[in-house]
């Protein structure tokens, strides 16, 4: 559309990474983007950069926490392993979550 009219859109149902990415493979600068465009396109990539980087960080610490985690494939390991999740991550299973809930009761009370 830019090369017929001379003048970039971006829709807004499009996501705004994958018009970056359209937009670098082209070499077109996205300072070119009319500013009824631009309103809307630097806040949707900023958002979706920040989840991206977000996104890495979450799953760098899920990577950590499985490596601290990790007891080995031995029987004693795979014990270990399901009584630490069992006690500190209640959503791995509905027993995880029944031993939360008693858990906290018992402190409530």
């Avoid at 994958?18 to 082209?26: A, E, M, P």
């Avoid at 209640?90 to 402190?107: C, H, N, R, Y």
Wanted: charged residues 30%; contains cysteine.
């Amino acid at each position: 559309h830019f090369h017929r009219t001379g003048s970039l859109h971006f829709e807004e149902e499009m996501c705004a990474l994958v018009f970056k990415t359209d937009l670098d493979y082209w070499g077109i600068d996205e300072l070119l983007m009319e500013p009824c465009c631009a309103l809307k396109y630097y806040p949707d990539i900023e958002l979706c950069v920040n989840e991206l980087a977000g996104e890495e960080k979450s799953k760098a610490k899920q990577n950590q926490r499985d490596i601290d985690e990790n007891f080995g494939d031995h029987y004693p390991g795979k014990l270990r392993k399901m009584l630490w999740n069992l006690t500190e991550y209640p959503e791995t299973s509905k027993a995880a979550q029944i031993m939360a809930f008693s858990s906290l009761g018992l402190v409530i009370i």
